[in-house]
T-cell receptor, first 116, second 115 residues
Framework: AQSVTQLDSHVSVSEGTPVLLRCNYS??????LFWYVQHPNKGLQLLLK??????LVKGINGFEAEFKKSETSFHLTKPSAHMSDAAEYFC??????????????FGQGTTLQVKP | DGGITQSPKYLFRKEGQNVTLSCEQN?????MYWYRQDPGQGLRLIYY???????QKGDIAEGYSVSREKKESFPLTVTSAQKNPTAFYLC??????????????FGPGTRLTVT
């Protein structure tokens, strides 16, 4: 069975310091992986996606993530946090294989707090 | 501007009333989805539709109904049978329901409060 685990429910950083949001996945097949961001009372916005091309994926707003198959991880990073990065972040798996219906599997979310 | 619209942004209803949430997309996407989000939780799939005039139950379909009469529209009705309807509802669409890429595009959401 496919699953996604976000290892931290809450992460707090100071403005200008690096951000690391951790995500592990479990999938029987080679999955597509995504990170989405959600600001309060808004919809989800796609930050970046991995679809079996380069393992280091660059996204919007300076975020990037590295797909590590041996560790089944897809951690999200940013070198320098900005106040506007404060939001909820979701790691998401799209399982691939026969019978794939396009359903996504969402992690529980990580709240990123950025302190001035 | 291409995208997904949901209306209204905020909706208030009395217990026992049915209510319909609107979702429209002009992205020419085949697949559409409805999710429910509760505080501190991830998203849970209510219903999804891979093609016009067809839809399937998601993980928490009880107390909800949908229709897909047009490609661009996928309204969700929250019925009086839904035990705890107060939540944030998100609609999404994707180009196709199959294949590797699978990213979904989300609307801005509707916050439903039932008292």
């Amino acid at each position: 069975a496919q699953s996604v685990t976000q290892l931290d429910s809450h992460v707090s950083v100071s403005e200008g310091t690096p951000v690391l949001l951790r995500c592990n996945y479990s999938s029987s097949y080679s999955p597509s992986l995504f990170w989405y961001v959600q600001h309060p009372n808004k919809g989800l916005q796609l930050l970046l996606k991995y679809t079996s091309a380069a393992t280091l994926v660059k996204g919007i707003n300076g975020f990037e993530a590295e797909f590590k198959k041996s560790e089944t991880s897809f951690h999200l990073t940013k070198p320098s946090a900005h106040m506007s990065d404060a939001a909820e972040y979701f790691c998401v798996v799209s399982p691939y294989g026969s019978g794939n219906t396009g359903k996504l599997i969402f992690g529980q979310g990580t709240t990123l707090q950025v302190k001035p | 501007d291409g995208g997904i619209t949901q209306s209204p942004k905020y909706l208030f209803r009395k217990e026992g009333q049915n209510v319909t949430l609107s979702c429209e997309q002009n992205l020419n996407h085949d697949a559409m989805y409805w999710y429910r989000q509760d505080p501190g939780q991830g998203l849970r799939l209510i219903y999804y539709s891979q093609i016009v005039n067809d839809f399937q139950k998601g993980d928490i379909a009880e107390g909800y109904s949908v229709s897909r009469e047009k490609k661009e529209s996928f309204p969700l009705t929250v019925t009086s049978a839904q035990k705890n309807p107060t939540a944030f509802y998100l609609c999404a669409s994707s180009l196709s329901s199959s294949g590797r890429k699978g990213e979904q595009y989300f609307g801005p959401g509707t916050r439903l409060t039932v008292t």
